[in-house]
């Protein structure tokens, strides 16, 4: 095995793409709490589910210990109408999948005739949501990550320097 020029360089190689990476998590994190804050400005309209719809399709999962089942995958799908301006729009919205090996429905929180708020994009009202997708728990732990991985990075070098010094001769 031929040795290293300089092992201390390998550490703070590793040290550095644990920060790159860890830097990139807290960015992505960060983007998705923008995005949320974003949507939540939103103006709200007035809509009514139109209808409910079960889609259900053929689908291949995994089960805990890693075999594969053929079943079906259930999607709710609420349709709903609202209007901006004089304008009527639509739009639709899966609220659940499940998966198994049958067809039974899944409760659902909506009803055909109900009235809802819609939000919507103030600059392009086609772009809607009957539930706002706020994501804060996942920007958080990608985000929690992140700073881990850059915890990582300020450790990794003084510890690889230190498991990997040159052996002093025995005199």
Same mark, same amino acid.
């Given at each position: 095995?031929?040795?290293?020029?300089? @092992?201390?360089?390998?550490?703070?190689?590793?040290? =550095?793409t644990?920060?790159?990476? +860890?830097? %990139? *998590?807290?960015g992505?994190?960060?983007? &998705?709490? #923008?995005?949320?804050?974003?949507?939540?400005?939103?103006?709200?309209?007035? %809509?009514?589910i139109?209808?409910?719809?079960?889609?259900? !399709?053929?689908? /291949?999962?995994?089960?805990?210990?890693?075999?594969?089942?053929?079943?079906?995958? #259930? &999607?709710?799908?609420?349709?709903?109408?609202?209007?901006?301006? #004089? !304008?009527?729009?639509? %739009?639709?919205?899966?609220?659940?999948?499940?998966?198994?090996?049958?067809? /039974? $429905?899944?409760p659902?929180?909506?009803?055909?005739g109900?009235?809802v =708020?819609?939000?919507?994009? @103030?600059?392009a $009202? +086609? /772009? *809607?949501?009957?539930?706002?997708?706020?994501?804060?728990?996942?920007?958080?732990?990608?985000?929690?990550? +992140?700073?881990?991985?850059?915890?990582? *990075?300020?450790?990794? @070098? $003084?510890?690889w320097?230190?498991?990997? !010094? @040159?052996? !002093? $001769?025995?005199?």
């Amino acid at each position: 095995m031929r040795a290293m020029k300089n @092992p201390k360089l390998v550490g703070w190689i590793f040290g =550095a793409t644990f920060a790159l990476c +860890g830097l %990139g *998590a807290i960015g992505v994190g960060q983007q &998705m709490f #923008a995005d949320d804050r974003v949507v939540e400005g939103w103006p709200t309209a007035d %809509g009514v589910i139109t209808s409910m719809d079960t889609e259900s !399709r053929p689908h /291949t999962f995994r089960d805990n210990r890693g075999f594969s089942h053929r079943g079906n995958l #259930a &999607m709710q799908v609420v349709k709903y109408t609202f209007e901006v301006g #004089a !304008r009527k729009l639509h %739009g639709e919205q899966i609220e659940s999948l499940t998966e198994g090996t049958d067809n /039974t $429905p899944v409760p659902s929180q909506y009803h055909v005739g109900q009235h809802v =708020a819609i939000h919507y994009d @103030p600059s392009a $009202p +086609g /772009t *809607a949501f009957l539930d706002l997708p706020l994501r804060g728990k996942g920007a958080l732990v990608i985000s929690i990550v +992140g700073g881990v991985l850059i915890l990582f *990075a300020f450790l990794i @070098p $003084p510890l690889w320097n230190f498991l990997w !010094r @040159p052996k !002093r $001769p025995a005199t």
